[in-house]
């Protein structure tokens, strides 16, 4: 537990007592595929530090369109903006596989950042690198066409193995859609001349790059 925490950016510089004292204060939860964590506008108040498994980061509207602001894995967390103001949620969060989380609640998280200032900082530099994060979606939206915004998103998510770039998740084509702000109907088109193209393959919803994805489509 408290090599996991280790791990987690927020609790980076942190000493094994004071790491141990932060163990004190979590409550471990699982919840099944598919579970919705936190509801865009709920009231909550609690950190949430992924151990095992993924969650998605979304919004909706009235008519149930999505739109996946992030995916989060192992050592990532949500739901620091609670620990800071008194708002509502700002987005959803659902598990895409069997997950496990620590959770702090605000009041406790305050008082372990009373005795450890470091982790202010920690907190202000995380929320940062999401405001960077979101800033660059926003520039993609405005600025790239549908097949900028897949293979920006294609590439973002893919990891290299040696010789090709791959993506452990497994993606559908209304998932990319989602995260592109793009129909389902004109992804999966840009997918299937990709393929023709022999720049990519999907098996299993994994899919995996093996050249340079054309600048253009």
Do not use: W
């Not at 993606?171 to 702000?181: C, E, K, P, Y």
Request: with cysteine; charged share 25%.
């Amino acid at each position: 537990m408290v090599e996991m925490l280790r791990n987690v950016p927020i609790f980076e510089n942190l000493t094994d007592k004071e790491l141990e004292t932060v163990k004190s204060y979590t409550v471990t939860r699982n919840y099944p595929k598919n579970s919705i964590i936190i509801n865009e506008g709920d009231n909550s108040d609690s950190l949430y530090i992924i151990t095992h498994g993924r969650v998605s980061v979304f919004l909706s509207d009235e008519n149930g369109k999505e739109v996946i602001l992030n995916t989060e894995g192992v050592g990532d967390y949500f739901g620091e903006l609670a620990l800071v103001d008194d708002a509502k949620r700002s987005a959803s969060v659902v598990t895409t596989e069997k997950s496990t989380f620590l959770v702090i609640n605000k009041s406790d998280f305050k008082n372990i950042l009373s005795t450890n200032p470091e982790l202010a900082f920690n907190l202000i530099r995380g929320l940062t690198h999401r405001v960077r994060y979101l800033t660059d979606n926003v520039r993609s939206l405005a600025l790239l066409d549908v097949y900028g915004r897949v293979a920006k998103t294609l590439l973002s998510l893919a990891s290299d193995n040696g010789s090709e770039l791959v993506i452990d998740i497994k993606l559908t084509q209304q998932d990319i859609a989602s995260r592109v702000g793009a129909s389902r109907e004109m992804v999966a088109k840009i997918l299937k001349d990709l393929c023709i193209g022999g720049y990519i393959s999907i098996e299993q919803k994994k899919i995996t790059i093996h050249e340079r994805l054309p600048t253009h489509y």
